[in-house]
């Protein structure tokens, strides 16, 4: 099974750019369909992006359309997501997650993916 853990969060003014990584432990990780959640004070957690075992599809909310980019490197087991352009409403806790499978219709819910790391804390400061 793999085990997931995020990296690369922190505190940048509106505008900037960060770029967060979620290192998986196992040699599953090309198995595995990824994630990018994210988790705001008093929200509900949203899907943020996501891409398939192979890198082959890749999916955005409409809010960091254009903005972020998810990518992943299986040789290193490690999922990606450059932030660009960041906004205050950005602001969130960013979980990583993975799924043995999943379907389009159902891969921006949360309750599709068997396993998630602890989270990252990004602050983006007006």
């Known amino acids: 099974q793999v085990q997931l853990v995020e990296s690369g969060g922190g505190l940048v003014q509106a505008g900037g750019s960060l770029r967060l990584s979620c290192a998986a432990s196992?040699?599953?990780?090309?198995?595995?369909?990824m994630a990018w959640f994210r988790q705001a004070p008093g929200k509900e957690r949203e899907f943020v992006s996501a891409?398939?075992?192979?890198?082959?599809?890749?999916y955005y909310a409409d809010s960091v359309k254009g903005r972020f980019t998810i990518s992943r490197d299986n040789t290193r087991s490690t999922l990606f997501l450059q932030m660009n352009s960041l906004k205050p409403e950005d602001t969130a806790v960013y979980y990583c997650?993975?799924?043995?499978?999943?379907?389009?219709?159902?891969?921006?819910?949360?309750?599709?993916?068997?396993?998630w790391g602890p989270g990252t804390q990004v602050t983006v400061a007006a």
């Open positions: 196992g040699r599953t990780f090309r198995s595995y369909d």
């Open positions: 997650a993975a799924s043995a499978s999943t379907i389009k219709s159902t891969l921006g819910r949360s309750a599709s993916y068997q396993k």
């Open positions: 891409i398939r075992k192979n890198g082959g599809s890749i």
